[in-house]
């Protein structure tokens, strides 16, 4: 079955930084769209940011020039550089294996990133 895997939160002040990891098994990484999702408590779950196959990038604008999102397909991981944290960025961050039918979507359990001074 193919599984993923994230690391990297943790507790972080506001203005400082934590990069995510996403490890990808059981599957064939390289030809899926990737994506990292965050929900915060009563909010719904949002697209933070997505790489395609081919390395195309989108992210949603409230983190524009702060987060970057990567992958190294040779390494089956996907990455999410988050730079000048804020308190609102707090959420449980998910990895996510895009895929043209919802049964073939593959979602991480989530790690939690706080930022709080």
């Known amino acids: 079955q193919a599984q993923l895997a994230e690391s990297g939160g943790g507790l972080v002040q506001p203005g400082g930084s934590l990069r995510l990891s996403c490890a990808a098994s059981g599957s064939i990484f390289s030809i899926y769209t990737m994506g990292w999702y965050r929900q915060a408590p009563g909010k719904q779950r949002e697209l933070v940011a997505a790489?395609?196959?081919?390395?195309?990038?989108n992210y949603e604008d409230s983190v524009k020039g702060r987060f970057t999102i990567s992958r190294d397909n040779a390494k089956n991981m996907v990455y999410l550089q988050m730079n000048n944290l804020k308190p609102e960025d707090t959420a449980v961050y998910y990895c996510k294996r895009d895929a043209r039918y919802i049964y073939l979507e593959v979602w991480g359990q989530g790690t939690l990133v706080t930022v709080s001074s």
């Open positions: 790489i395609t196959s081919g390395g195309g990038t």
